[in-house]
C-alpha cells in the first residue's frame, strides 16, 4: 500500500470530482464543448498536465518501497525530469491527451488501493471507475487521437452531450452517497 486512504476519503474525491467534471457539461454545453474541443491540441494544458505528472510520479519513485529494484531508484528519478524535458521539446501532436492519460494512469492506482480487501459489493463501483480510467489512459496515451473522437461523437449534439454528463453525474452522486453511507 503506498497512499494508506481509507475507501471513503477515496470515494469522496472520486465523487466530487465526477459532479465537478460533470456539472458544466449540463449547465453551460456550448462553453464545456468549445473548451473540450480546444483541450487535445492545447499546448498549455499539455504543459500543466505533464508537470502534474512529473511531480505525482517523481513523489512516488522517490518514496515508495522498490525491494530488489531499488537500486534503480536514482538512476530513475534522474530519467524522470530528462524524460519530462525531453516530451515538452518533441511531443507536439496531442501533448494534453497523452499527460492526461498518465494522469488517468496513476489516479487509478489510490482507488484500486483503497478497495483492496474489503468485502462490501459497493466497493466495485470505485473499482470500475478505476479500471474505465485505466483504459481510458492506455487508449489516450497510446492513440491520442481517440480523445478527439469521442470529443467529436459525444458534442454532435446538445442531447448526447448532456446525456453523457448526466451519466458521469449520476456515478459521481452514487459514489458520493456510497462513501456517506457505507464506507
Known amino acids: 500500500m503506498i497512499y494508506h486512504l481509507p475507501l471513503q476519503t477515496v470515494?469522496?474525491?472520486?465523487?466530487i470530482f465526477?459532479?465537478?467534471?460533470s456539472l458544466p457539461g449540463i449547465l453551460k454545453p456550448g462553453l464545456a464543448q468549445s473548451w473540450a474541443k480546444r483541450l487535445p491540441r492545447s499546448r498549455i494544458a499539455g504543459i500543466v498536465?505533464?508537470?502534474?505528472?512529473?511531480a505525482w510520479s517523481f513523489w512516488l519513485l522517490a518514496t515508495m518501497?522498490?525491494?530488489?529494484?531499488?537500486?534503480?531508484r536514482r538512476p530513475l528519478l534522474?530519467?524522470?525530469p530528462i524524460g519530462y524535458l525531453l516530451a515538452?521539446?518533441?511531443?507536439?501532436?496531442?501533448?494534453?491527451v497523452r499527460a492526461l492519460g498518465i494522469l488517468c494512469l496513476l489516479a487509478a492506482e489510490p482507488l484500486l488501493d483503497a478497495a483492496f480487501f474489503r468485502y462490501e459489493t459497493s466497493r466495485l463501483i470505485v473499482t470500475v471507475f478505476a479500471y474505465l480510467l485505466i483504459i481510458a489512459g492506455l487508449l489516450w496515451v497510446t492513440m491520442p487521437y481517440l480523445l478527439r473522437d469521442q470529443i467529436s461523437w459525444s458534442s454532435r449534439s446538445n442531447l448526447r452531450w448532456r446525456f453523457m454528463h448526466g451519466a458521469a453525474l449520476l456515478y459521481g452522486a452514487a459514489i458520493l452517497?456510497?462513501?456517506?453511507?457505507?464506507?
Open 88 to 96: 515538452l521539446r518533441f511531443v507536439d501532436e496531442f501533448l494534453a
Open 49 to 54: 498536465l505533464l508537470t502534474v505528472d512529473l
Open 177 to 183: 452517497a456510497l462513501a456517506i453511507t457505507r464506507y
Open 78 to 80: 534522474i530519467a524522470l
Open 65 to 72: 518501497e522498490m525491494g530488489e529494484f531499488s537500486s534503480f
Open 18 to 21: 465526477l459532479v465537478l467534471l
Open 11 to 15: 470515494g469522496l474525491i472520486a465523487g
